[in-house]
């Protein structure tokens, strides 16, 4: 992907204005949201004037950023290419479902046990601002309001490990669960699931807190791999016609010199 088509995707959308956090931090947030949500697409070059540019940062904290993405499997760099948005494909896929359904209906389990009122108070906001937004069609607003409600969930745990080992994922589990959602009956079926998961936890059932929370994941899965076959099987673009009559004209020439050079080799 060349510079112009890069601008023209993103814009200026990237632009940092100085914060009280660190800029790093910023850096890197700005462009691992702007890969999962599709604005830097799949396979795209990652140019480093360009995106310090968009950024309005140094060429210094761009690579860093980059690095910390390469990390997280958000970004590939290869030598003398640079770095490019990496690809997800099925086989990564499954086995981040794989670790999802066993740690998400942990983390829930745990929660029922260990969080505290608080704890509580703070999942059932994040989960009634991902209900409105799925509500009212806002998918991309659900997405990141889910977000906030395994922040919650994890915070509630009180396992660390399960957040740390999770976290290098989140962009990729961000980008499956568009792919999952995006495919037909999944909205409706994913929002009964998790207010299956909420019902378990309030009413503090740790065994169903596991079961629905690990039923929910195991259903994405189906829907977001099924999306990877259909791409696989789609079929190829038709030939043009007029791809097809140069096709034709060539399988023509070939054959006229295959007689042509049989003649010769009689004559000799």
Sequence with gaps: MNVDTLN???????????????????????????????????????????LCEMLGVSRTLVREALRQLEAEGLVTIMPNRGPSVAVLDRETAKGIYEVRAVLEALAAELFVERATEEDRQRLQ?????????????????????????????????????????????????????????????????????????????????????????????????VYALKSFDQETLRPAKPTSGRARGTAKVKAGGEKRARKNGKDAGSAS
């Design 8 to 50: 023209n995707i993103v814009g200026h959308s990237l632009l940092i204005t100085r914060k009280p956090v660190p800029l790093r931090n910023e850096v890197i947030e700005r462009l691992r949201s702007a890969i999962c949500k599709q604005l830097l697409p799949q396979g795209s070059r990652l140019i480093e004037r360009q």
């Design 125 to 221: 906001v994040a989960f009634a601002a991902g209900k409105r937004a799925f509500e009212r069609g806002d998918i991309a607003g659900s997405l990141d309001e889910w977000v906030r409600f395994y922040d919650a969930l994890f915070a509630g745990a009180r396992n660390e490990s399960i957040a740390v080992t999770l976290w290098p994922l989140m962009g990729r589990i961000y980008m499956l669960r568009a792919r999952s959602l995006s495919m037909p009956d999944r909205r409706a079926a994913s929002m009964k699931e998790m207010e299956a998961i909420m019902e378990a936890i309030l009413c503090r059932d740790p065994a169903r807190a596991w079961e629905t929370s690990r039923r929910h994941v195991r259903n994405a899965a």
